[in-house]
């Protein structure tokens, strides 16, 4: 499963973040083929938005400095995930829809071989 990856030190605020809505909505799914994350952008494009990959960690922010097409008051905000073991970083896609940001992590098909492994 996917979890969000936190500092220690912030996690106090990122539980009074959530609470209070300070930071966008956020809805995490898994399918039988990729995990979903959905992340409430109103007013947004892609070229308002960063998502970047690093060491097993997704990456997305936003740092406010762009304006939006609209009026709409979308904070400022970075997020990060662990990356399951069984995604395809190189096929992780996404895009943004109607105020609706949507990245698709594929779950990898490869299946390890069992074989046996004869010793010298």
Do not use: C
């Not at 960063?50 to 609209?70: A, N, R, Y």
């Amino acid at each position: 499963m996917i979890k969000l990856f936190k500092d220690p030190f912030f996690n106090i605020l990122d539980e009074f973040a959530t609470i209070d809505h300070l930071g966008p909505k956020t809805k995490i799914n898994k399918t039988d083929d990729s995990y979903l994350i959905m992340i409430a952008v109103p007013g947004l494009t892609k070229d308002d938005l960063k998502i970047m990959t690093k060491e097993g960690v997704l990456k997305i922010s936003f740092d406010g400095d762009q304006k939006s097409e609209t009026n709409h008051f979308v904070p400022i905000f970075n997020k990060s995930y662990d990356i399951p073991d069984d995604v395809n970083e190189k096929e992780i896609s996404g895009k943004v829809e109607n105020g609706l940001l949507t990245i698709n992590l594929p779950i990898s098909k490869k299946k390890t071989l069992e074989r046996l492994i004869s010793l010298n």
